[in-house]
């Protein structure tokens, strides 16, 4: 059984496009989060949720959108989509804040043309 | 956070011991040594972590020296498998482990 799951794996896209990238994970973890891995392969979080609150905001435009709708699924969606979100989408997990290690889906690839 | 520094890239001949280094010359008491490693295509992978003591598990062997300036990470018996990116990454713990920094990390090539 895959751990973290994100769907879809692959996703292209036109620019002004709205997309949402869904993960689940089955770990039984009460914090989420999602990273960002652009073309220069740097891997940088942009969200974090902990039983459902946002935790971790980082520098992201308002057109990106987390949504936990319970503490197993971490949804993402993204609003008039641009070429400079075109990156690969990992979403992780772990036990808690600060606990345990970090466990990653296998990413999500955003291109948008 | 302190900035950990580690070669771009490292070969390794399979069956042999990969030792991986990073320096984080200013860590702070308080700051753990990660690492993680990234296989093509595949999202990043926990390998293990330590404050202050060497630390063993099933995948590696952790040694951080006595000033805890540098690390190593060692895998005992590299396979073609291990082929990746490994990262170092020092943070603070009890915080949000979440918001790890990672480098451009080390690419190690295990070679037949």
């Known amino acids: 059984d895959t751990a973290v799951s994100q769907t879809p794996k692959y996703l292209v896209t036109q620019m002004g496009n709205d997309k949402s990238i869904k993960c689940e994970q089955n770990?039984?973890?009460?914090?989420m989060y999602w990273y960002k891995q652009d073309s220069k392969k740097f891997l940088k979080i942009m969200f974090s949720?902990?039983?459902?609150?946002?935790?971790i905001n980082e520098t992201v435009p308002n057109r990106f959108s987390p949504k936990s709708p319970d503490k197993a699924h971490l949804n993402l969606h993204i609003n008039s989509l641009e070429l400079g979100d075109s990156a690969v989408y990992f979403c992780?997990?772990?036990?808690?804040?600060?606990?345990?290690?970090?466990?990653f889906g296998n990413g999500t690839r955003l291109t948008v043309t | 956070d302190a900035k950990t520094t580690q070669p771009p890239s490292m070969d390794c001949a399979e069956g042999r011991a990969a030792n991986l280094p990073c320096n984080h010359s200013?860590?702070?008491?308080?700051?753990?040594v990660y690492w993680y490693r990234q296989i093509h295509s595949q999202g990043p992978q926990y390998i293990i972590h330590?404050?202050?003591n060497n630390e063993t598990n099933e995948m590696a062997s952790l040694i951080i020296t006595e000033d805890r300036k540098s690390s190593t990470l060692i895998l005992p018996h590299a396979t073609l498998r291990d082929t990746a990116v490994y990262y170092c990454?020092?943070?603070?713990?009890?915080?949000?482990?979440?918001?790890?920094?990672f480098g451009k990390g080390t690419k190690l090539s295990v070679k037949p």
């Open positions: 992780a997990s772990s036990p808690g804040q600060g606990l345990g290690a970090l466990h």
């Open positions: 770990l039984g973890h009460d914090t």
């Open positions: 949720y902990n039983n459902k609150e946002l935790i």
């Open positions: 200013t860590i702070s008491g308080n700051e753990y």
């Open positions: 330590g404050l202050k």
């Open positions: 990454i020092v943070r603070v713990g009890g915080g949000s482990q979440g918001n790890l920094i």
